[in-house]
């Protein structure tokens, strides 16, 4: 029994073999979506190559309304898995096979229940210097207003088999906060047929850049997002800043209150930048990720 369903639309003729993957994480659901969508319009449109394509790769996650499975390993960290291991370890021992399979792999994500995050396009700065051209175009092409090159070296990661194997990668991120937004399912079906074109694996007209920002930091551990502006304890947030809001270092961000009352603390912004992840969800847990800013 295969852990999770792969559609492949071949085209039957020579060309790239492009994997995209949506529900890594159970409770992002734009992607899911996206991916119906592909299954249901993509058949007769694929001129080359072939495309696999994966509607929910953590199916017991997304079984539960949750991030993680039974086992509460994030799926985005452990990869490669192991396959003798619990359900999250053997679910990425398959997804690492899948990846491996792939010439340019796509991974769809959203900020889930709890956040809500700028859309953007990533991918890891490969020290190979074709494999990271090939994560550029394919971020250009699809076409988000924010592109963010990161730390290569983070491990456990969709990310990280593609860059430890040399393919072209980029992961997507849109919004969030437990919602499925219709714009955010549109902009990433275009997103994909975008990519699809640039391949020439499909006949397609680029649109206009929407570009707007391109960060490349290879900086250790930058695009790591869950430590950035920890909740002191738990309690209730208070923010005082929206996604995409501009900042300067020292603002007060928001605020965390104690569930008694007896405990405030504000949250000082560390940078200047933009907001680029913001925790939605009201209830902090001490040291979660409370604001990202880049
Ligand atoms: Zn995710």
């Known amino acids: 029994m295969s852990l999770f369903t792969t559609e492949v639309i071949d085209s039957g003729k020579p060309g790239p073999h492009l994997v995209i993957t949506a529900g890594v994480h159970g409770d992002e659901f734009e992607p899911m979506q996206c991916i119906h969508a592909l299954i249901d319009g993509l058949g007769e449109q694929l001129l080359s190559g072939k495309v696999s394509l994966v509607p929910c790769v953590n199916i017991e996650a997304f079984l539960l309304g949750q991030r993680k499975a039974s086992d509460d390993l994030d799926l985005a960290r452990i990869c490669p898995g192991d396959p003798e291991g619990s359900i999250t370890m053997q679910v990425g021992h398959a997804l690492t096979n899948l990846i491996k399979s792939a010439d340019y792999?796509?991974?769809?994500?959203?900020?889930?229940?709890?956040?809500?995050?700028?859309?953007?396009?990533?991918?890891?700065?490969?020290?190979?210097?074709?494999?990271?051209?090939?994560?550029?175009?394919?971020?250009?092409?699809?076409?988000?207003?924010?592109?963010?090159?990161t730390d290569w070296r983070l491990k456990g990661r969709s990310m990280s088999i593609a860059c430890e194997n040399n393919i072209p990668a980029i992961y997507a991120e849109y919004l969030g906060g437990a919602q499925c937004s219709p714009q955010g399912v549109i902009d990433y079906i275009d997103g994909c047929l975008n990519v699809l074109g640039m391949l020439e694996m499909i006949d397609r007209e680029q649109p206009a850049s929407r570009v707007q920002t391109v960060v490349e930091d290879p900086s250790e551990g930058s695009g790591h997002m869950q430590v950035c502006h920890p909740a002191p304890f738990d309690g209730l947030l208070t923010p005082h800043y929206s996604l995409g809001d501009q900042v300067n270092q020292g603002d007060v961000l928001g605020s965390v209150r104690s569930i008694d009352g007896s405990e405030s603390a504000e949250l000082i912004a560390g940078q200047s930048g933009t907001i680029l992840v913001l925790h939605t969800f009201s209830m902090v847990r001490e040291g979660d990720a409370t604001f990202v800013i880049a």
């Open 105 to 149: 792999y796509i991974d769809l994500h959203t900020g889930g229940t709890r956040f809500s995050v700028l859309p953007l396009t990533g991918y890891p700065l490969n020290p190979d210097a074709d494999a990271l051209e090939g994560s550029r175009k394919l971020a250009k092409a699809f076409n988000l207003p924010f592109i963010w090159g």
